[in-house]
């Protein structure tokens, strides 16, 4: 089963094609319910502040290092959205001229890093755990020696400690809803491949669709219509990447700062109401 775990993890990387056992995994996750909306609505992140770093290969990773692209462009994200909280801190080899880190990509998937006096690091596809759980540790790590104390990151994945489940589509649109950055893993016939989210939106008669972008086309926010099936969220085609199939939501990934966006707005609102209580007792 770990060696199972370890070769999906070997596949996003490109959005590539391959192993064919990794299919086996696909029936081990469990399905969470998909819960519908009085309303519509239309939740977004604002495209224009995510990083473009282009999909690379590296030694650990031939194939191309799409989890850690993921990552990258959505700290980018972080930083420019929050400049109090995070500053330069999260992506510390950030070029602001092209709106990339090269360095700082290379670190989170092959190279590692080390910050002060904390432990060594290894990159997301030297360790040799679950893709998922790998992607999860990972990031702790990055925030834990880069931002200490910044962020709350929680996971939705077979196995995960946050939330033992794939993804719903109310997961991912009150992760957006509140300004957070969520990447996700997709799975496909022999496709498997990492994405960052940047949108979620849905009608009254609950027809769902995702914004994201791809790092292989990382300038371009693509949108895609979202199939609920027993529970999964699927759709068809992923064109930064060349695949025309169905892929399934597997797995996400979510980071914001402490305190997070919804907590906040509900202290401002608090706050309001006590000012609001305090004049009204003034003024009699």
């Given amino acids: 089963m770990k060696n199972i775990a370890l070769a999906t993890k070997k596949v996003f990387q490109r959005g590539q094609k391959g192993a064919e056992v990794l299919v086996l995994v696909l029936g081990l996750c469990g399905a969470g319910t998909q819960i519908a909306h009085a309303a519509a609505f ?49 992506v510390p080899k950030y070029n602001p001229m092209t709106n990339t880190s090269m360095m700082d990509a290379q670190a989170f998937a092959d190279t590692g890093w080390q910050v002060g006096g904390n432990p060594m690091r290894k990159g997301y596809y030297q360790r040799t755990g679950g893709a998922e759980q790998d992607y999860l540790d990972t990031k702790k790590d990055w925030f834990n020696d880069y931002a200490p104390g910044t962020s709350v990151i929680s996971s939705w994945f077979s196995g995960s400690a946050d939330n033992n489940r794939k993804p719903t589509i109310d997961d991912l649109a009150q992760e957006i809803k509140d300004g957070e950055d969520v990447e996700f893993f997709v799975q496909g016939t022999n496709f498997y491949h990492v994405l960052t989210l940047t949108g979620v939106f849905c009608d009254m008669a609950m027809s ?17 219509s979202v199939m609920i099936n027993n ?11 060349n695949f025309n199939g169905t892929v399934t939501i597997t797995a996400a990934f979510s980071e914001s700062p402490i305190p997070e966006p919804s907590s906040l707005l509900g202290i401002l609102a608090i706050g309001s109401l006590g000012a609001i209580s305090a004049l009204k007792r003034n003024s009699k």
């Fill in 42 to 90: 239309n939740y977004s992140n604002d495209f224009s502040k995510y990083g473009v770093q282009q999909n690379f290969s590296c030694p650990a990773s031939p194939g191309g290092v799409c989890g850690a692209i993921a990552a990258i462009n959505s700290f980018i994200f972080l930083q420019k959205q929050y400049p109090n909280i995070y500053d330069n801190k999260l």
């Fill in 231 to 241: 529970g999964m969220l699927m759709f068809t085609g992923v064109p930064g990447s």
């Fill in 208 to 224: 769902c669709g995702i914004k994201y972008q791809d790092p292989n086309m990382p300038t371009v926010e693509q949108i895609a």
